[in-house]
């Protein structure tokens, strides 16, 4: 199986174009106004009618309450939600339930420990996402440019597939792919030239990045 693409926080159609031409499986959208990448309903609707199932859409929204994701659910028609703040998992069921939709749930982690609190939304979420834990005194829950030691992931066994992200870029994708065997990567600054503004070449490194560690990781599998 390919790992999972993730180009995330889009705000522009020619990026997007760029992301869905590159070949990216997922396609997210940021709900947050403290991140230089959020996005309006209006843009959302735009954006997202671009995508005509090229890909999946992603909306990144953070400890928001029912009215807010109703309205962003029909702003974007997303795919999935993920929920990329404070979230319990009892709160997690509630959106499922309430929603309809597969549920992405990102939790920061830093060291084991983390790894272990991330088991209690296995029963909820449809996918894991493991994000470096933002810097302290960070504004932003994720897409801060730090990563964690993926080594933690190795060999890791969990219900659900898990994602990774944080401090992700087109010089150290095939390494996490490789380290963690994720089924999925996340980038959002790794592929910006300055905060909230992606970079068509750097979109591009990262997919072909992704696909050669598919292609490696094919090839060693092949040959067991």
Not at 29 to 54: D, M, W
Not at 75 to 101: K, N, Y
């Amino acid at each position: 199986m390919s790992t999972i693409i993730k180009i995330c926080g889009l705000k522009t159609p020619e990026t997007l174009a760029v992301a869905l031409d590159a070949g990216a499986d997922w396609v997210g959208f940021v709900f947050f106004t403290k991140s230089p990448r959020h996005i309006t309903h209006h843009e959302a609707q735009a954006l997202g009618n671009l995508v005509q199932g090229r890909a999946k859409k992603i909306a990144l929204i953070v400890d928001a309450d029912d009215d807010a994701i109703a309205a962003i659910v029909d702003a974007l028609r997303p795919d999935m939600l993920q929920l990329h703040g404070s979230e319990a998992p009892e709160r997690v069921a509630v959106i499922c339930a309430t929603f309809g939709l597969p549920l992405i749930k990102a939790v920061g982690i830093s060291d084991s420990d983390d790894i272990k609190a991330a088991r209690s939304y296995e029963s909820v979420a449809d996918w894991l996402l493991l994000d470096a834990k933002p810097p302290k005194g960070a504004d932003l829950p994720g897409g801060n440019g730090v990563r964690f030691d993926w080594n933690l992931l190795a060999g890791l066994d969990l219900a659900k597939p898990f994602m990774v992200s944080g401090g992700l870029d087109p010089a150290n994708v095939a390494e996490a792919i490789m380290v963690s065997n994720a089924q999925g990567v996340d980038v959002s600054s790794g592929v910006e030239s300055t905060p909230g503004v992606k970079d068509a070449a750097r979109i591009k490194a990262f997919n072909e990045a992704a696909r050669e560690a598919d292609r490696i990781r094919l090839g060693r599998k092949t040959a067991q």
